[in-house]
């Protein structure tokens, strides 16, 4: 059911209005009922009578056409006051759209870091909506009237729109996907009800631009939703409008919505070509978020979570969309969970303190009551999900089945543990598009700030590298290269090259005030053994993942990162498989799945103590077990020979595992069912191929190994 609400007709029932249970709900409009007149009689009257009867009426005849008056007088009060309600409706209505237009504007404004900055101009910006949008659902009849306010259709797509968009914004700040997926409800119930559509339309280049972008904008959150089939027909339709756009008012941001649309199609056939596609040539379902795995072994000693993440991108050459390249838009996957998606209401799986919730449930009339605000969550029980009860064992339940009864008691309880495991927060991100090394710094500073006791930060960098010479007096002090930033601000440089690249790139020795605090670090750039001997000053635990500095295979993304973005997809990428069978690509997903189990078998056996307590988090787990399945299929890759073209770690605690023989023998199976042994080293003994070397710790990133 849609979330909006068409033209309700007269005597329509409002949901929002609906009594408790029991109770009859109270129409919007009063049915009008009619006071029976008195019975006639056929017995006639004799002269006498009738002229008694006109004496004793002839009193009250001037009476009665003395009220006629007071009637007409009411009739017209009565009328001025149902004007005067109208217009105080209309200026309700005003004030409502202007306060909202003023707050949502206001939020381009806001700091980027420091919840407490934001989160009450969120809260009341949803408040507001809250109201709008109910009082236009309700008063829809009078303001479309064009002697009252003449409120137009598209108006009314434009509201919704703006709630997709502060949706949108505020899964932004929280990373909660659930957010994500109620701006996709706003954004398909407007294209359902095609809201904006109209003569107006070629008429009128205004109401086409507010189309064009709601369509980019829907792109996105397609996009991130992993809706292809839907992101394919909106490129199809966003197409045609530019194409009528263009031709009818010849403007002069033409070429500029032709390179949207053409960065829109070439970052989708980046997302879309790898995931191979069924025999009837539709793209076969994958997994891209962390989804719940069964019960792992994990230490009962505390343990980490991954609060804050900072996601830097600065590849001017790979392929991107607005401000997020392909990198980061698997590393923003890899930190997300799935949306949270069977439950009766959207937004209302368990939102954190102080978040909006979601739209409720569409009545059966397709009326959504309201945008609710953060402050009305309070007392709204009804809002959040509730555990399912236990079975009701009546008498026709206790003649079933024993085992029956257990085995639908055992799914209940693996659909209450995935709830609860789908309800635990993602990482708040702070996503980098070529930043300076300041404002990596700053956020980076930010995020520190904001963990607490027992959480830690995760720094990914993609970007170019930089080696500054060894006979530079920088490089004796830990600024030795690593990863180019912008120069974005700094206006014409005077300084020589040298000098240049010693400033804008973020050095080893630059991140060592953040190892205060359990840090993990993900690099991918062809400089990134240089964070390989980063000091552990502060004895906290640190880990840092390092991705191959040059790859024997190009592909539009980091290989690295593809493959913790999602094995199953790199491997098929990597293997040059496009085609598959639904059920072998099934039993293939199923492979994966037990080979990270195995791998994890393996991983949650290290020694080193501080490094464990990363395992205890579910994505810095699931990143650490991908490295490591990453590390075996490149080894065995007949492409892959040189040291440089694998993985590493620092400190390298899984060069070992890699080498396990029932590793070996999982990954072996995988290839043997994909039919791709041509490309890989099949020998039983794989002695004196590269495997993921063990780096050379330094001296003071001893204490990490014991």
């Given at each position: 059911?849609?979330a909006?609400?068409e033209k309700?007709p ?10 408790p ?12 009922t ?6 006639a009689?056929d017995?006639?009257?004799?002269n006498?009578?009738?002229?008694a ?16 008056e007071p009637?007409?007088?009411?009739r017209?009060?009565?009328?001025q006051q149902?004007?005067?309600?109208d ?19 206001g939020?381009?404004d ?7 900055y934001?989160q009450?101009?969120?809260?009341r910006?949803?408040e ?8 236009q659902?309700?008063h829809?009849v ?7 306010y003449g409120l137009?259709r598209w108006?009314?797509g ?18 909660e996907t659930n957010?994500l997926?109620?701006a996709y409800?706003f954004?398909?119930?407007i294209?359902?009800r095609?809201y ?9 280049s205004?109401?086409m631009?507010?189309?064009l972008?709601?369509?980019?904008r829907?792109?996105v ?8 089939g ?8 966003v ?8 031709t009818?008012f ?12 053409k960065e ?11 995931v ?6 539709v ?26 993440a900072?996601?830097?991108g600065n ?9 997020l ?8 996957q ?7 998606v ?5 937004g ?6 102080g978040a909006?919730t ?8 397709g009326?959504?009551?309201?945008v609710?605000?953060?402050?009305m ?18 008498a ?16 209940e ?8 495991a789908?309800?635990?927060p993602?990482?708040?991100?702070y ?14 500073a930010?995020?520190f ?7 830690c930060?995760?720094l ?21 290269g690593?990863?180019?930033?912008s120069?974005r601000g ?6 020589d ?7 804008n790139?973020?050095h ?9 605090k359990?840090?993990f670090?993900i690099?991918?750039?062809s400089?990134?053994?240089t ?8 004895n ?6 390092l991705?191959?500095?040059s790859?024997p ?5 980091g290989?690295?990162?593809f ?15 496009t085609?598959m069978?639904a ?5 293939v997903?199923r492979m994966f799945?037990e ?6 078998e ?10 464990r ?5 579910d994505?810095?787990r699931?990143v ?8 075996v299929v ?9 040291k440089?073209?694998?993985p ?8 070992q595992?890699?080498?396990e023989?029932?590793l ?13 042994a041509?490309?890989?080293?099949m ?20 204490v990490?190994?014991?």
């Amino acid at each position: 059911m849609s979330a909006f609400s068409e033209k309700e007709p007269v005597g329509v029932v409002d949901p929002a209005s609906q009594a408790p249970e029991g109770q009859a709900p109270t129409p919007l409009v009063e049915p009008v009922t009619s006071t029976p007149s008195a019975p006639a009689t056929d017995t006639p009257a004799s002269n006498d009578d009738t002229n008694a009867i006109l004496a004793t009426q002839q009193p009250q005849e001037q009476p009665l056409a003395a009220d006629a008056e007071p009637t007409d007088a009411k009739r017209e009060a009565d009328l001025q006051q149902s004007a005067e309600r109208d217009k105080e409706t209309v200026e309700e209505f005003q004030y409502l759209l202007e306060k909202s237009q003023q707050l949502f504007s206001g939020l381009s404004d806001l700091p980027e870091i420091g919840s407490k900055y934001w989160q009450p101009h969120f809260q009341r910006t949803f408040e507001v909506y809250t109201k709008l949008w109910k009082f236009q659902n309700q008063h829809r009849v009078l303001l479309e009237k064009p002697e009252h306010y003449g409120l137009k259709r598209w108006e009314v797509g434009e509201i919704a729109s703006k709630i997709g968009q502060l949706y949108y914004r505020y899964y932004l700040r929280t990373s909660e996907t659930n957010y994500l997926h109620e701006a996709y409800v706003f954004y398909d119930a407007i294209r359902e009800r095609n809201y904006f559509r109209g003569e107006q339309e070629v008429k009128n280049s205004a109401l086409m631009i507010k189309k064009l972008r709601y369509y980019a904008r829907f792109i996105v959150v397609c996009l991130q939703m992993n809706s292809t089939g839907m992101m394919l027909q909106l490129l199809e339709e966003v197409k045609s409008l530019i194409e009528v756009y263009s031709t009818v008012f010849n403007p002069v941001d033409k070429m500029e919505w032709a390179l949207v649309v053409k960065e829109m199609a070439l970052f989708m056939q980046a997302v879309c070509s790898p995931v191979p596609v069924d025999d009837a040539g539709v793209t076969l379902p994958a997994a891209y978020r962390l989804m719940p795995r069964r019960n792992m072994r994990i230490d009962k000693e505390p343990k980490f979570r991954l609060q804050e993440a900072v996601v830097v991108g600065n590849r001017p050459t790979q392929i991107k969309f607005s401000e997020l390249t392909l990198d980061m838009y698997y590393v923003l996957q890899m930190l997300e969970r799935e949306p949270n998606v069977n439950t009766t209401s959207m937004g209302a799986t368990a939102p954190s303190e102080g978040a909006p919730t979601a739209v409720t449930e569409p009545s059966s009339t397709g009326i959504s009551e309201a945008v609710r605000s953060p402050d009305m969550l309070e007392g709204a029980s009804s809002a959040v999900p509730q555990e399912r009860s236990e079975p009701n064992h009546t008498a026709d339940t206790a003649r079933s089945d024993s085992a029956e009864i257990k085995a639908k008691e055992k799914t209940e309880d693996t659909d209450r543990e995935r709830d609860r495991a789908m309800r635990r927060p993602n990482p708040h991100k702070y996503v980098l598009y070529q930043p300076s090394v300041s404002q990596v710094q700053v956020y980076l500073a930010n995020a520190f700030r904001e963990i607490g006791d027992q959480g830690c930060v995760l720094l990914y960098l993609s970007s170019d590298g930089t080696r500054i010479d060894s006979e530079n007096s920088a490089s004796q002090h830990g600024f030795i290269g690593g990863i180019a930033t912008s120069r974005r601000g700094q206006g014409d440089s005077t300084q020589d090259h040298s000098t240049d690249q010693l400033i804008n790139t973020v050095h080893p020795a630059d991140l060592v005030p953040f190892t205060r605090k359990p840090f993990f670090l993900i690099v991918e750039s062809s400089c990134s053994t240089t964070y390989s001997n980063m000091p552990n000053l502060f004895n906290q635990p640190m880990l840092a993942l390092l991705s191959p500095t040059s790859y024997p295979i190009h592909m539009n993304s980091g290989i690295y990162t593809f493959f913790l973005h999602s094995p199953l997809v790199a491997f098929c990428a990597l293997s040059q498989i496009t085609t598959m069978d639904a059920m072998q690509w099934t039993r293939v997903e199923r492979m994966f799945g037990e080979f990270e189990d195995c791998v994890w078998e393996f991983v949650s056996k290290v020694k080193d103590a501080r490094v464990r307590k990363f395992f205890g988090d579910d994505f810095l787990r699931q990143v650490v077990v991908r490295h490591v399945v990453c590390c075996v299929v490149l080894g065995m890759h007949r492409e892959f020979v040189r040291k440089e073209h694998l993985p590493q770690a620092s400190p390298e605690l899984f060069a070992q595992i890699v080498d396990e023989p029932e590793l070996v023998r999982r990954a072996r199976a995988i290839i043997e069912e994909c039919a791709v042994a041509e490309m890989y080293r099949m020998e039983e003994s794989t002695v004196g191929s590269p495997r993921s070397p063990v780096t050379q710790l330094a001296p003071t990133d001893a204490v990490l190994s014991t």
